[in-house]
């Protein structure tokens, strides 16, 4: 029997923007084998989803209430949402709408 897949969509705020949060995520995302998509919001936050095993996507989000090292995370809200079926974790464009399972845009150091 195939293991259950979920998803949480995430909005980290703090000082996440400009300390490569985004790239950082990706490398774990990578690292950990869930995917999804993590993009810079207008607003200073940092939007993340994970798709992948409940193990695997718990990890990514205890990431993402740390960060990478010159990030500040202050909050973190999440909630769970149905899967779609990702199949990669990709860097999407400030507020883009690439559907997350498209070819990586954005810069991979932001």
């Known amino acids: 029997m195939a293991e259950a897949v979920i998803r949480k969509s995430l909005v980290i705020r703090g ?10 995520t990706q490398r774990q995302a990578h ?3 869930v995917a999804g998509w993590v993009r ?3 607003d200073g936050s940092v939007e993340a989803v ?3 095993s409940p193990a695997l996507v718990a ?4 990431f993402c209430h740390e960060g990478p090292r010159n990030a500040r995370v202050d909050h973190v809200e999440s909630r769970n949402e149905p ?3 990702l199949t990669r974790f990709s860097i999407r464009e ?11 845009r954005g810069r991979a150091g932001d």
């Open 15 to 24: 000082r996440v923007q400009g300390v490569w949060f985004r790239g950082a």
């Open 59 to 62: 990890a990514a989000v205890a």
């Open 94 to 104: 400030d507020g883009g709408t690439d559907g997350g399972d498209g070819p990586r």
């Open 83 to 85: 899967p779609e079926g």
């Open 50 to 52: 994970f798709e992948g």
């Open 31 to 33: 690292a950990l084998g």
């Open 40 to 42: 810079n919001c207008a």
